[in-house]
């Protein structure tokens, strides 16, 4: 079994790879944006407006919290999720950064 050398990476490398992780897949995005769009939401909301299972928009909510783009609040039997705001500043500040020094470089 193949072993993974995150620790050939610098830790900002790693960073932005895991922030990268949170846009990797469409309904991720979708719950973001309507995080965005709502200040706010309940997972039921979500579960309500995106074509997926409540199981499945669980296991995406738990990646986005993982990485910290999002924050869960618990009031139960609910859990309100919302945008985590100094995590979303640096993935904008690193994606254009990334980006920024990339379009610099270009020999082509």
Do not use: Y
């Given at each position: 079994?193949?072993?993974?050398?995150?620790?050939?990476?610098?830790?900002?490398?790693?960073?932005?790879?895991?922030?990268?992780?949170?846009?990797?897949?469409?309904?991720?995005?979708?719950?973001?944006?309507?995080?965005?769009?709502?200040?706010?939401?309940?997972?039921?909301?979500?579960?309500?407006?995106?074509p997926l299972a409540q199981a499945t928009v669980s296991q995406h909510l738990k990646e986005l919290k993982r990485i910290g783009i999002i924050r869960g609040d618990i009031d139960p039997p609910r859990v309100c999720y919302c945008i985590n705001e100094p995590v979303w500043n640096e993935a904008r500040h690193a994606f254009g950064d990334l980006l920024d020094s990339l379009i610099s470089t270009s020999c082509c």
């Open positions: 079994m193949g072993v993974t050398k995150t620790e050939l990476f610098t830790d900002e490398q790693t960073r932005l790879a895991d922030l990268a992780k949170a846009f990797a897949h469409p309904a991720r995005v979708a719950i973001l944006q309507m995080l965005a769009q709502k200040k706010a939401c309940v997972c039921g909301d979500l579960v309500d407006e995106l």
